[in-house]
């Protein structure tokens, strides 16, 4: 069975300034996907940013980056310029072909940007 | 606009009330999902189905049933809801491993 963790409930950090998300997870397959996901007051569930565990390369879109460490299944998620609009529950997850492509999520991370 | 809709929003039942919810996608996807979100557990899977005329249970399937008689369409079922289903219930369809579209989410309260 595939588990995720995020260890942080909650954090804080200041406009402009940068954050960084933690997300480990546990799994024997070699074929996965990592996902962050966004969820603002609005409960609206937003896909921030993708990774293919076969790709080294770490993907970015915009001033959302990760850091996928595979030997070490860990993929945090940077927040750079953060922004007042940032603050939302973020949650990380995983997904192995074949299975039905389920997510299996992390419990969550409360991020809120102060001014 | 394109995506998945899903209906009620809110609903309030009294123990031992049915209820279905329903989701609908018009973005074609074959694999669809339904989670429940409780604070400090994340989303967890109730059940799932591959395509059409197919379900399969996920994680916390007791006390619900779906069906996917149509592709667009998949149904989630509470026969006789339970305090312990008060929750919030997302739908989500996707396309093979590019990750979902949810719904806006059902809060369900049952008293």
């Known amino acids: 069975a595939q588990t995720v963790t995020q260890s942080q409930p909650e954090m804080s950090v200041q406009e402009a300034e940068t954050v960084t998300l933690s997300c480990t997870y546990d799994t024997s397959e070699s074929n996965y996907y990592l996902f962050w996901y966004k969820q603002p007051p609005s409960r609206q569930m937003i896909l921030v940013i993708r990774q293919e565990a076969y790709k080294q390369q770490n993907a970015t879109e915009n001033r959302f980056s990760v850091n996928f460490q595979k030997a070490a299944k860990s993929f945090s998620l940077k927040i750079s310029d953060s922004q007042l609009g940032d603050t939302a529950m973020y949650f990380c997850?995983?997904?192995?072909?074949?299975?039905?492509?389920?997510?299996?999520f992390g419990t969550g991370t409360q991020l809120k940007v102060e001014l | 606009n394109a995506g998945v809709t899903q209906t009620p929003k809110f609903r309030v039942l009294k123990t031992g009330q049915s209820m279905t919810l329903l989701c609908a996608q018009d973005?074609?996807?074959?694999?669809m999902y339904w989670y429940r979100q409780d604070p400090g557990m994340g989303l967890r899977l109730i059940h799932y189905s591959v395509g059409e005329g197919t379900t399969a249970k996920g994680e916390v399937p007791d006390g619900y049933n779906v069906s996917r008689l149509k592709k667009q369409n998949f149904l989630l079922g509470l026969e006789s809801a339970a305090p312990s289903q008060t929750s919030v219930y997302f739908c989500?369809?996707?396309?093979?491993?590019?990750?979902?579209?949810f719904g806006s989410g059902t809060r369900l309260t049952v008293v």
């Open positions: 997850a995983f997904m192995y072909e074949g299975g039905g492509n389920k997510l299996t």
């Open positions: 973005m074609n996807h074959e694999y």
């Open positions: 989500a369809s996707s396309y093979v491993r590019y990750g979902y579209t």
